[in-house]
């Protein structure tokens, strides 16, 4: 095989496995574990899941973000707040009480469109 072609087949391998990653669907027990911390942690009080409320729609967050690695970010964003992201004067506040770890799970989840 002709040296390029196989570069070529590489790439094109290496390019579908971290597009297969980044799309990859969460664990059922990861998705129900992500909903309950949605439910009990208040965030239904300011966001819904397709219509904007005083935060947000989750699946407006995943649109803007789609294609992004902003996974860590914007868990670190749900722990420490984040404002002046969303065009009005409403901010979100911060929610110390989430692990790290549970932070994530939720970044991880609305990015995929809060299934
Ligand atoms: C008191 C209301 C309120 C609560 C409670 C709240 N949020 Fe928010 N959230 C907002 C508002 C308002 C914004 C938009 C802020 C801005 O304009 O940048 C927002 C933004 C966000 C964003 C997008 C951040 C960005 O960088 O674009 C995410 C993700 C998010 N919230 C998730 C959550 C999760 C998960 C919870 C529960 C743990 C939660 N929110 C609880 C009001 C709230």
Redesign the pocket.
């Given at each position: 095989m002709p040296t390029t072609s196989r570069r070529h087949l590489i790439l094109t391998l290496t390019l579908g496995a971290a597009a297969t990653l980044a799309n990859a669907e969460m664990k059922p027990a990861d998705v129900t574990a992500a909903r309950a911390?949605?439910a009990n942690?208040?965030?239904a009080?300011?966001?819904e899941m397709n219509g904007k409320a005083?935060?947000?729609a989750?699946r407006d967050?995943a649109k803007?973000?789609k294609g992004k690695k902003i996974n860590a970010e914007?868990a670190r964003?749900?722990r420490e707040g984040?404002?002046?992201?969303?065009?009005?004067n409403?901010?979100?506040?911060p929610?110390g009480v989430?692990e790290p770890s549970e932070a994530r799970l939720?970044?991880d989840w609305?990015l995929r469109g809060a299934p």
């Open positions: 911390l949605f942690n208040g965030c009080n300011c966001h005083d935060g947000p989750m967050i803007r973000y914007l964003r749900i984040s404002a002046g992201r969303w065009g009005d409403e901010s979100h506040p929610q989430l939720l970044a609305v």
